[in-house]
């Protein structure tokens, strides 16, 4: 039997895809373990937290990203250059595994060093892309920056006009650390990073993989909306709009977009009574001022059980992204039978067929967006996912990569 390793920053991060893909391992009798720095996930003995010490190398390479960044310009996103990480190379999980993959693994868990000594044991390492950080200088989204395809300098999120920035400085580590290793391999889960992926200067020699994201779709399904929207306290004859993002006011997620979207459906008058539930993201008195509508916040949901519940009360979800990569929340809401409205970027539509399952809106075009929601509550458009997410295709296309990597291990012997 093969034995994956998974490493993870924390179990619940990057929309729990790592662990979902663990899980689905687990049950397809392929050995899988995960490495985290702090688990939500108590009943999985395959699943490892890393000790005290990792934890406070992590904060502390927190704390050097955030005067690092502290002057960033925050419209462009994040940017990652990591400085401390912890060494798990000699961990019995790792030295048993036949496989290493690396999802989110940033935020003081692992730096290029911390690559570069697992990259060093000879065992293929795959590197599972949730965001373009792996073939850029540092950003995790470029937006319509396209430097990565020759080489990172310059930054557009980093303060300083400067040729040999920061961005220069990663780009060229990274160069430098793909290029001495053949066991590094990557996989995308949409087909927008992939294409991205075969054009960066960093990746376009190394091998790149297709292969979306994992959903527990026995766990998110539908079931009566009338049911579900009584149990929030919702008046089951008006309309439901959801919205979740960790921070609603991310430069990636879109809300300004959405603001707008709201305040014109608000000046319709078949749209007057419509609810808004917003997940992910705390209260904040400044959104719900500008919000037209009755708007609930949950807040951040730690378990699965409230946004299943969300997803099935609302009549249609909207993702207004700017930059995203597989988006977790269109992939549930979707398997929910809840339409979603998008726009037509990143990896969004891989998931939704415009006016069939959802609206895919023009790029930034709030009035689209207002369009796009309307369409899908008078037509009443149910969500569903399609079939190349189906659990049991993504899973042949894992074993298939385990064999492509196997063949391609013996030919670098």
Not at 118 to 124: E, F, H
Not at 228 to 244: Q, T
Not at 323 to 338: H, I, K, R, W
Request: charged residues 25%; glycine residues 6%.
């Amino acid at each position: 039997m093969i034995k994956v390793v998974h490493l993870q920053i924390f179990t619940e991060s990057t929309g729990r895809a790592a662990l979902r893909l663990h899980r689905a391992f687990l049950k397809n009798a392929i050995d899988s373990s995960m490495i985290t720095l702090r688990r939500a996930v108590n009943d999985d003995e395959k699943i490892k937290q890393k000790g005290k010490l990792s934890s406070v190398i992590a904060r502390l390479d927190r704390s050097m990203q955030a005067w690092l960044n502290k002057n960033n310009i925050k419209e462009f996103g994040a940017f990652s250059y990591p400085v401390l990480g912890s060494d798990i190379s000699k961990l019995d999980e790792v030295r048993n595994a036949d496989i290493i993959y690396i999802h989110w693994a940033l935020g003081g868990f692992l730096n290029l060093t911390s690559f570069e000594r697992l990259a060093k044991l000879g065992k293929p390492v795959i590197f599972f892309m949730h965001d373009m950080w792996n073939i850029t200088g540092g950003c995790h989204h470029s937006f319509t920056c396209e430097k990565y395809k020759s080489h990172c300098f310059d930054c557009q999120v980093l303060p300083k006009q400067k040729i040999k920035d920061l961005s220069f400085k990663e780009f060229e580590k990274k160069l430098s650390l793909y290029s001495r290793y053949n066991n590094l391999y990557f996989i995308s889960p949409s087909k927008w990073l992939y294409e991205c992926a075969k054009q960066s200067a960093l990746t376009k020699n190394k091998p790149v993989f297709h292969i979306p994201n994992i959903l527990e779709k026995d766990f998110f399904k539908p079931f009566d909306k009338t049911i579900a929207k009584k149990i929030l306290n919702l008046n089951p004859n008006e309309a439901v709009i959801a919205f979740g993002a960790t921070s609603v006011d991310s430069p990636y997620k879109g809300w300004d977009y959405l603001i707008k979207a709201l305040k014109i459906l608000a000046s319709e008058i078949e749209f007057k009574k419509i609810s808004v539930i917003v997940f992910g993201g705390g209260y904040k008195k400044e959104i719900a001022d500008e919000i037209p509508f009755q708007t609930i916040f949950t807040g951040y949901l730690r378990d699965e059980y409230s946004p299943v519940m969300i997803y099935n009360a609302a009549d249609v979800f909207i993702a207004p992204s700017l930059a995203d990569n597989l988006p977790t929340t269109v992939l549930e809401s979707l398997n929910c039978g809840t339409s979603v409205v998008g726009f037509d970027v990143g990896g969004i539509p891989d998931m939704i067929r415009h006016k069939e399952n959802g609206y895919l809106a023009k790029y930034k075009d709030a009035n689209d967006i207002a369009e796009g929601i309307k369409f899908c509550i008078n037509n009443k458009i149910k969500g569903y996912n399609l079939p190349e997410f189906e659990t049991h295709r993504i899973l042949e296309q894992h074993k298939s990569l385990f064999s492509q990597v196997s063949s391609l291990e013996k030919l670098n012997d």
